[in-house]
Nanobody, 119 residues
Framework: QVQLVESGGGLVQPGGSLRVSCAASGSFSSIGMMGWYRRAPGKQRELVASITSDGTTNYADSAKGRFTISRDNAKNTVYLQMNSLKPEDTAVYFC?????????????WGQGTQVTVSS
């Protein structure tokens, strides 16, 4: 069973920084696209940033210039560095990965990690 486990969330003051990580474990051959999503209270889940296996990135407008997504394929881990955090960034952050096992690709989600931006 493939699992994605997020870590690194917490409470940070406005203007601060935080890095969240997501590590994949289990039996699989490779991971394709990986992404970070978030769900704020009372809102739908939205894409924050994504990264392909060769490092091509995509960001939501709200994340551009402040957040950086990266990955370490050797560690099967994706990161989201968040700078200049705002109260509106408060949400549960989820990672997603396209997990390849032979000819089959399945989408897996982590359990989420809470990020709270507040003074």
């Amino acid at each position: 069973q493939v699992q994605l486990v997020e870590s690194g969330g917490g409470l940070v003051q406005p203007g601060g920084s935080l890095r969240v990580s997501c590590a994949a474990s289990g039996s699989f051959s490779s991971i394709g696209m990986m992404g970070w999503y978030r769900r704020a209270p009372g809102k739908q889940r939205e894409l924050v940033a994504s990264i392909t296996s060769d490092g091509t990135t995509n960001y939501a407008d709200s994340a551009k210039g402040r957040f950086t997504i990266s990955r370490d394929n050797a560690k099967n881990t994706v990161y989201l560095q968040m700078n200049s955090l705002k109260p509106e960034d408060t949400a549960v952050y989820f990672c997603n990965g396209a997990i390849n096992s032979g000819d089959i690709t399945v989408s897996r989600w982590g359990q989420g990690t809470q990020v709270t931006v507040s003074s």
